[in-house]
């Protein structure tokens, strides 16, 4: 019976799991119950979230009640109620969907029964958000549009083809690498965890107001009072900024080094005679949490009258010019090629000898042979 209600999922994310299982031809029909009524008004709805503890960690979720006020207003009274408090996510596809909320999933002895509860409650609210990482839709029995219930899955990764077809109620705001996580566990051949995650904790809070990005509002002559201390294995660079000529690349350096997206990335290319670059994420010794990730993005291009010298810091990018986000090379000889095609937003002011040891480091081409690690950015006032 579990199976009945993800068929369709298992077959839309065909790509991430093995071919399901043959739907059993004599399906029992799930108990019918009586249809949800919402008993919110449209501002006891309006710019709610939902926290979910489990064990591998928090998952986030911004709950859209302008696309699916009932499915909002259904998920917030199960929560408050406590109805997903010990529920299960009781189904996986690694990378590709997690799927819990029933209430049967709380009781062990219901294994075999997992997957059938707590749905035939809610008719469709189909909108056009997509089932993009992060989605979040109503489970229903196939070939029944009104049955959906308690019941969600959390889209891993983009599903298109299950776009039109779900009511996506609500998006993960924070968390979404938990909910990756989760869904990377050993499965058994009908894809129930081996080790299932539990919704420890369920509540509903109001959504925080939007924080503002750290130098986001500096003025230019704000921003030109601090400098960064680039921290690597082999010793220390200091280099301060010039907002005047790049303000949006200064912004971007202090923000993503103020977060740490920098620390523990890798000098990966030295150009004997030319620059030492670093900033690249895949060099990066553990993955960016999604408050880092957020913060990377691509910036329009400040190309200005300072030149590439000795000691310039500048950004690189790749063919289109409004390609750079956050790898940043330093120039160790004159290089006039360079100049007015990329972005150059500071100067080193002291370190030049750490500079010039990256350099003379042995490379493989132009990827040094051991890893010369940029341990921290520290951004410091002048």
């Known amino acids: 019976m579990r199976r009945l209600t993800i068929v369709m999922l298992a077959l839309a994310c065909a790509a991430f799991t093995q071919k399901p299982k043959p739907v059993p031809t004599k399906p029992v029909p799930a108990p019918a119950q009586a249809p949800f009524v919402n008993p919110y008004t449209a501002d006891e709805l309006r710019n709610k979230q939902a926290v979910i503890e489990t064990p591998a960690g928090t998952i986030v979720l911004d709950l859209l ?17 406590g109805g997903y408090d010990g529920t299960l996510f009781h189904r996986v596809i690694k990378h590709g969907i997690i799927q819990g909320g029933d209430p049967l999933s709380k009781d062990p002895g219901a294994k075999d029964r997992y997957g059938t509860g707590g749905l035939n409650r809610l008719k ?9 990482r992060g989605a979040v839709a109503a489970v229903l029995i196939p070939n029944r549009p009104d049955s959906a219930g308690t019941q969600f899955f959390i889209c891993i990764a983009d599903q298109p083809a299950l776009d039109g077809q779900y009511t996506v109620f609500a998006r993960v705001v924070d968390g979404i690498a938990v909910a990756q996580k989760i869904s990377e566990g050993a499965t058994d051949d009908k894809g129930a965890p081996v080790e299932p995650i539990a919704m420890t904790r369920v509540t509903i809070r109001d959504r925080p107001a939007p924080t503002v990005e750290p130098f986001s509002t500096e003025s230019v002559a704000e921003l030109a009072q601090h400098r960064a201390v680039l921290e690597t294995s082999i010793g220390d660079i200091a280099i301060e900024f010039t907002p005047d000529k790049a303000p949006a690349h200064v912004r971007n350096f202090l923000r993503l080094a103020s977060a740490g997206v920098y620390d523990g990335t890798s000098w990966h290319r030295v150009v004997k005679g030319f620059v030492v ?19 990377v993005r691509d910036l329009k291009a400040e190309f200005n009258d300072q030149i590439h010298e000795l000691g310039t810091v500048s950004m690189a990018r790749l063919a289109d010019p409004d390609t750079a986000n956050t790898s940043f ?17 500071g100067k080193v002011v002291s370190g030049l ?13 132009e990827t040094p042979l051991e890893r010369i690690e940029l341990r921290r950015v520290r951004i410091e006032k002048k």
């Open 65 to 81: 009640a302008e696309l699916a006020p009932t499915h909002v207003a259904h998920f917030i009274k199960t929560a408050r109620d």
């Open 124 to 132: 469709p609210e189909i909108s056009a958000e997509k089932h993009t």
């Open 277 to 295: 670059q670093t900033g690249h994420m895949p060099t990066r010794r553990e993955p960016l949490n999604e408050a880092q990730q957020r913060m």
């Open 329 to 345: 090379f330093i120039v160790t000889a004159r290089a006039q090629m360079l100049d007015q095609k990329y972005t150059v937003f």
């Open 353 to 365: 000898d750490v500079v010039q040891k990256i350099e003379a480091a042995p490379v493989n081409g």
